[in-house]
């Protein structure tokens, strides 16, 4: 198996063939979730740290789960009402977090950048569960499990990526995985929600719905960020809805078997039909969430394995 990362901050330093070995054994993990006993020894010993600086119910919940189910001991530890919000740095809440010896840190924090600066100045592995606008590199591995298993491969798809673009980490991270694997990428959005240099990123852009989304493969809804616009991005909802949100009939352009999914959480009625999100024929909603887990283990695994060969060959034994 090929992964050399000593940490997972992006999709941007990971190889292809990296994805393909975090993939491989994600699907290990979903075959193992789906038993009666759902454990592992994998990270038994290891110490694992949740922070998150940003709310994300369902991320933090799918580490720690991943976490438990790998044997490790899980702490998670509030942000909200941390020495941060008295004003400590967060060198020094790095230097604290070295003295306690963890292995495994997993960060979510609102500004760009911040959690690859932990990742300096602490002495373990360092996940990124969302940083700024910069990337949600777990989520865009969970995507491409749920494409993959879906549609029975990663390579030369049509996949079309809805909505605020601009604001989105999980597109950037999407955008740049995709790519990694050879897919064609359409992003599709009112002009005042595509980042600036669009025109770099190697993908198709569309302002119509309907024209981006013929005869593609996968459609990925993304969620409006309202609590990251500081402007009027859009005239309303109602106007947003009617343009750039998923229904029915703007899901018949794509391809019959095209799957719908969306990163969660959802804005029925905004970004996408209640209905249509249900629709166990075409949505992947769920398998996202459910990939998530799965994932998650994935990458903690293979970090710790990387982890333990590094400490090791220092000839200390973990």
């Given at each position: ?31 193992l ?16 740290i949740?922070m998150?600086?940003?709310n ?16 490790a001991?899980?702490?998670n ?8 919000k ?7 809440t790095?230097?604290?977090?070295n003295?306690?010896?963890p ?6 924090h ?25 990337e ?9 499990l ?66 981006g ?39 018949g ?30 949505s ?35």
């Amino acid at each position: 198996m090929t992964f050399t990362q000593k940490h997972l901050l992006g999709i941007e330093p990971l190889h292809p063939s990296e994805i393909t070995t975090l993939l491989d054994l994600a699907d290990q993990y979903v075959d193992l979730n789906r038993r009666d006993v759902k454990r592992s020894d994998a990270l038994a010993g290891l110490t694992q740290i949740n922070m998150f600086f940003e709310n994300s119910t369902r991320t933090q919940a799918s580490f720690e789960l991943a976490g438990k189910r790998l044997g490790a001991d899980v702490m998670n530890m509030s942000m909200q009402a941390s020495s941060i919000k008295k004003g400590e740095t967060l060198i020094d809440t790095a230097m604290t977090l070295n003295a306690m010896h963890p292995d495994l840190l997993v960060v979510r924090h609102p500004h760009s950048g911040a959690v690859d600066l932990l990742a300096q100045k602490v002495n373990c592995a360092v996940l990124n569960a969302g940083d700024g606008r910069h990337e949600h590199p777990t989520q865009a591995l969970l995507d491409a499990l749920t494409i993959r298993r879906a549609k029975g491969r990663l390579h030369r798809l049509s996949i079309a990526i809805c909505g605020d673009i601009a604001h989105s980490r999980v597109a950037r991270s999407n955008i740049m995985l995709l790519g990694k694997m050879e897919n064609r990428i359409r992003l599709i959005g009112p002009p005042t929600l595509m980042p600036a240099g669009i025109e770099h990123f190697g993908v198709e852009v569309f302002e119509d719905m309907r024209e981006g989304l013929k005869d593609v493969d996968v459609v990925m809804m993304l969620r409006l960020q309202k609590e990251r616009m500081d402007g009027g991005f859009i005239p309303s909802e109602r106007e947003y809805y009617h343009r750039y949100g998923l229904d029915a009939e703007k899901l018949g352009f794509a391809k019959p078997d095209a799957i719908v999914m969306h990163p969660g959480p959802m804005n029925r009625g905004v970004e996408i039909d209640g209905t249509l999100a249900d629709d166990i024929n075409r949505s992947v909603i769920q398998e996202q969430v459910e990939m998530g887990v799965a994932v998650r283990m994935a990458a903690m695994d293979l970090l710790a394995r990387n982890l333990r060969t590094r400490v090791e060959g220092q000839g200390v034994y973990v």
